[in-house]
């Protein structure tokens, strides 16, 4: 199966683990830690992404079952651009997608736009994380296919963007249907009813790290996300 074949289909639901840099996870430690893993088609209409870090990306060669994104990409291509990370770099690496713009890796909005369209042409999967309604009406109306909301003040924490935020994800996913977009949304996010009351307002999937990443069984964090 290629890597453009594995890529979330329109009517499916996503969870993105984003491994950020904890050490249980990345570097020496990755390999064990996604071993454990379920692979990304584990759950019936479910699609599992794995964000990992620009360290790590040879992992999407070595694990068959599952679909990695990267945490970052730039608009470069192939040329003299030191520390950057390209779109055929990554797609070269079985990579065909990547978060952009979450809140501990912004960039500048002409950044975000110009990977956007390159994202668009390359039919690569970006996922854009927005902080507010404003950036989730503004990527999606640039052509974001899948806008990720995330208050910064609630990530890492326990109160999940789901229950103190529920308006701002009605609208914010209105805003995207509205633009041919799709809205996941994260933050705090730790058990399958804070996935469950995401998807009844209108997202169709999480972006998860800590609840997953630090639990003491990850896999078991995973299913209970997705069992609900
Ligand atoms: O990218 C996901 C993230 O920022 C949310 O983190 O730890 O609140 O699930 P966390």
Known sequence: MSVKDKSIMSNERRLIINVKHYENAVGKRAK???KSLPGSNSFDGWQIHYAIGAYDLYLAKEFSDKVFIAQHVDPNGYGAFTG???????IDSKINGSLINHSECRVSSGIIEKVIAKARN???????????IDEVTSFAKSGARIVAYEPPELIGGNISVSTEKPDIIAKAANICENNDSRLIVGAGIKTGRDISISLKLGAVGGLVASGVVLSSNPADAITSLINI
């Not at 950057?84 to 990554?90: G, K, Y």
């Open 32 to 34: 064990n830690f996604f």
């Open 122 to 132: 390359m039919e690569f999967d970006l996922v854009v994380c927005a902080e507010n």
């Open 84 to 90: 950057r990370i390209s779109m055929e770099m990554l």
